[in-house]
């Protein structure tokens, strides 16, 4: 038996997002459960989300974010050969969601498969298809996280109804080709906390999300800032150069108490929940996509990422912008 | 070892100025955490966590919802340290 020969290591070609188009405000939440505009935007900063139509599916979403990444990437649906949707609101459990985003881009017999890490499932995601890539078992991949949670949100629950939202991140990971260029995805830090099942879960086929906002609050805001310098040690990044902190857009009081540990006060930090929501594992590229598109980040600078949800699982890395 | 009322105030002060942006001069004993230092719950579960790795003392969440004044949580600390 032998092995492949791989890659030096994996780069970013290119995001891509999608958001729905039904805007959902702050003033509409108020109107139907007791909560204020203010309260929202100074508890988790969020003032608009959006939500996918009743008819729009995970797969529509990750299909729209992820033919944009392609289409950015340079690169022709024939050289895609493994395709990985980090998801924990797939419509069905079989079969999953990767196999049919494949079919709909063009793309022709990739691997495919779905990764459900909740919130941190775009890091797990991007961590393994660099890994793939890096070992050969893949050329180029296409990672996209997608969530429809609002399928899943209790309406009638305010502590829940006014943070999930829809959309879906996409990105092209690909090998580094000149031998002596750096790698464009670090190393993956990543982990889990099954003790703490029962802070984030949906009960059953029939029930809706269900969370400890305290108990997840205290948990995120002590136990994950270790977890992101340990990515950027490990990637030989210094937090001090980072250009920008990416973490799952929970919360924005939890994204910025993390962000106020790291010892980087010049990294830009992501705040894309301010009119996204939390998109649970489309999140992170989502966020990503539109700072690239706002000239906000800029090619070859270092971002580090950070994903942390229902689990507990967590993962971080430091990548290049493309 | 432990500390002076003085002391916890003014490790206090330093916590809820890095916290919430008010000033440390601020953090009097008498000041109400919500009412006259505008600091909500959520701050002020990073204000617990600050307090333990300052002051060793472990405050949690239904604790925490006791403690209204800043008057309060140097009590509280004192209570714990003298009990360690």
Sequence with gaps: MRLTEGSQGARILAFGGYQPANVLTNEDLAATVDTSDEWIRSRVGIESRRLASPDETVTDMAVAAGGKALAASGLSAADIDLVIVATCTPEVMIPNTAAGVATRLGITAPGAYDLNAACAGFCYALGTASDAVRAGSAQNVLVIGAEKLSQWVDWTDRSTCIIFADGAGAAVVSPVTEPDDAPGVGPVVWGSDGNMADKIYIADRNSFIHQEGQAVFRWATTALHPVALRACERAGVEPASLAAFVPHQANLRIVEAIARKLGAPQARVADDIVHAGNTSSASIPLALARMIERGEIASGDAVLLLGFGAGISYAAQVIKVP | ?84
């Design chain 2, 1 to 84: 070892m432990a500390m002076t009322e003085q002391e916890i105030q003014t490790g206090l002060g330093e916590i809820i100025d890095e916290v919430a942006g008010v000033p440390a001069d601020e953090v009097t004993p008498d000041k109400s955490f919500v009412d006259d230092l505008d600091i909500d719950s959520l701050s002020m579960v990073e204000i617990a966590v600050a307090a333990q790795d300052k002051f060793g003392v472990e405050i949690p969440d239904d604790e925490l919802k006791n403690l209204k004044t800043v008057q309060d949580v140097i009590d509280y600390v004192r209570r714990a340290e003298v009990s360690a």
